[in-house]
């Protein structure tokens, strides 16, 4: 299915590289930009991420048959409930948001009337923040989650499907409570240990004497520090759980050092090694 007119709101890393892709690949006809900065998406729009550019929201959307909402979570929630009211009868509805339990709960308990709305999160990104960090090759062999319920339309799944499969990522289809707890353990956990373990070295005076390793593993922690915070706290009963089970493990690991178990650390560490080389060997990264 080709959509006839995108808009995106919040023309980011995210939302800009998904208009670059889109555009590239001729899976939308037109794309308008919308957001609060009128500097960045004249940028956008010089940059040519997309063809034409609205500050106001429900004039972004009248006329697109798909409305992608990049902005975080929060937000997001008070921005459908503003367009909704403007979008055309029968336009698909997703997101690209980390959390999807909260706001899928918020958005179908809205007045959706025929608007068909379905959760997304492409699991992809960079440290980089804004529409010149956008480029159309970001989701090529990245994974993206949509998130249907009992009330989703299955031809919105379908097109939605097409979409992020036509800009080259691979798309799981899995419920959101599931989704949220999947990317506590793998990204919303590792920010936070990122961000703790460079604000321990900090507090250590040991900076000055890293190298790459400690480069290498902190490199989240100069992603936006604003976005992340709203991430903690959107996902906070599966951040919450995830953290109870890495400091179990962490216990475990802790115990191993202290009563000097070298066949427990050499365990875990061959265990950890071993799935991560399998997961690289996987996306095409060894």
């Given at each position: 299915m080709k959509f006839q007119q995108m808009t995106v709101i919040g023309v980011g890393l995210i939302g800009g590289s998904l208009?670059?892709?889109?555009?590239?690949?001729?899976?939308?006809?037109?794309?308008v930009g919308a957001g609060r900065s009128r500097e960045n998406l004249e940028k956008a729009l010089s940059l040519g991420v997309v063809d034409r550019i609205e500050t106001d929201h429900r004039e972004a959307v009248r006329g697109s048959d798909l409305v992608v909402v990049c902005t975080p979570v929060q937000a997001a929630v008070d921005i459908v409930r503003n367009i909704l009211p403007a979008m055309e009868q029968n336009a698909v509805l997703t997101d690209v948001g980390s959390v999807k339990g909260p706001f899928v709960r918020a958005i179908?308990?809205?007045?959706?009337?025929?608007?068909?709305?379905?959760?997304?999160?492409?699991?992809?990104?960079?440290?980089?923040s804004g529409v010149e960090a956008s480029f159309s090759t970001l989701y090529e062999n990245?994974?993206?989650?949509?998130?249907?319920?009992?009330?989703?339309?299955?031809e919105a799944v379908e097109a939605l499907k097409a979409l992020w499969e036509g800009v080259g990522a691979h798309v799981d289809i899995i419920e959101p409570e599931r989704h949220d707890r999947i990317l506590a353990?793998?990204?919303?956990?590792?920010?936070?240990?990122?961000?703790?373990?460079?604000?321990?070295?900090?507090?250590?005076?040991?900076v000055p004497y890293a190298?790459?390793?400690?480069?290498?593993?902190?490199?989240?922690?100069?992603?936006?520090?604003?976005?992340?915070?709203?991430?903690?706290?959107?996902?906070?009963?599966?951040?919450?759980?995830?953290?109870?089970?890495?400091?179990e493990t962490l216990a475990d690991l802790r115990r191993a050092v202290?009563?000097?178990?070298?066949?427990?650390?050499?365990?875990?560490?061959?265990?950890?090694?071993?799935?991560?080389?399998?997961?690289?060997?996987?996306?095409?990264?060894?």
């Amino acid at each position: 299915m080709k959509f006839q007119q995108m808009t995106v709101i919040g023309v980011g890393l995210i939302g800009g590289s998904l208009a670059r892709a889109a555009r590239e690949k001729g899976l939308v006809a037109r794309v308008v930009g919308a957001g609060r900065s009128r500097e960045n998406l004249e940028k956008a729009l010089s940059l040519g991420v997309v063809d034409r550019i609205e500050t106001d929201h429900r004039e972004a959307v009248r006329g697109s048959d798909l409305v992608v909402v990049c902005t975080p979570v929060q937000a997001a929630v008070d921005i459908v409930r503003n367009i909704l009211p403007a979008m055309e009868q029968n336009a698909v509805l997703t997101d690209v948001g980390s959390v999807k339990g909260p706001f899928v709960r918020a958005i179908e308990e809205m007045d959706l009337d025929t608007i068909r709305f379905v959760g997304g999160h492409p699991i992809a990104g960079t440290e980089h923040s804004g529409v010149e960090a956008s480029f159309s090759t970001l989701y090529e062999n990245h994974r993206t989650i949509l998130t249907p319920t009992a009330s989703s339309s299955p031809e919105a799944v379908e097109a939605l499907k097409a979409l992020w499969e036509g800009v080259g990522a691979h798309v799981d289809i899995i419920e959101p409570e599931r989704h949220d707890r999947i990317l506590a353990d793998i990204s919303h956990l590792p920010h936070l240990v990122a961000y703790a373990l460079v604000n321990m070295a900090l507090d250590g005076g040991g900076v000055p004497y890293a190298a790459g390793g400690f480069r290498d593993f902190t490199r989240i922690a100069s992603s936006n520090p604003e976005m992340w915070r709203d991430i903690s706290l959107d996902n906070r009963e599966a951040l919450l759980d995830s953290l109870t089970a890495f400091e179990e493990t962490l216990a475990d690991l802790r115990r191993a050092v202290e009563v000097r178990d070298g066949e427990a650390l050499e365990t875990a560490y061959r265990r950890a090694k071993k799935g991560r080389d399998d997961w690289l060997r996987e996306k095409g990264w060894s």
